[in-house]
């Protein structure tokens, strides 16, 4: 709103600024335009336009704060919406954890193919289910 109200002012000083203007023709015929009127030859005065009255700014307070409204309820609802997703992520991968921990013949499937965790394998998904809890999950 400042910006505005500073460019129409910038923009419209010249108008204010302006004052008389004087015009007259010499003996070769040539016009003239001054500020100051010429000494010993009549001179008219020129009309300037007035600047355009600026038009009223149109009220945005009430139309702001509809507007941030309804985008803190858009940023509220997308919080809790991720909330919710994180709360399932958090879930499933303590139902993981518990699995992965209490049973040591776990088996899983790729491509189609069931295959029996190892050891090693195991160990390696409960540390990395540890993680993913720990840095997502409070």
Known sequence: MRTLIASLLIGLSPWCMAGQIYTWVDAQGVTHFDARPPQGQPSTTVQT????????????????????KSIDEKVKKQVAEQQTQL????????????????????????????????????????????????????
């Open 49 to 68: 336009p007035s600047p355009p009255a600026p038009k009223p700014a149109p009220m945005q307070g009430n139309s702001a704060v509809g507007d941030q």
């Open 87 to 138: 709360n399932a992520f958090c879930e499933q991968a303590r139902t993981n954890l518990a699995q992965l921990q209490n049973n040591p013949r776990l088996r899983e499937e790729v491509e189609g193919e069931v295959r029996r965790l190892n050891e090693e394998q195991r160990q390696e998904r409960i540390a990395e289910t540890q993680k993913q809890i720990k840095e997502n999950c409070q």
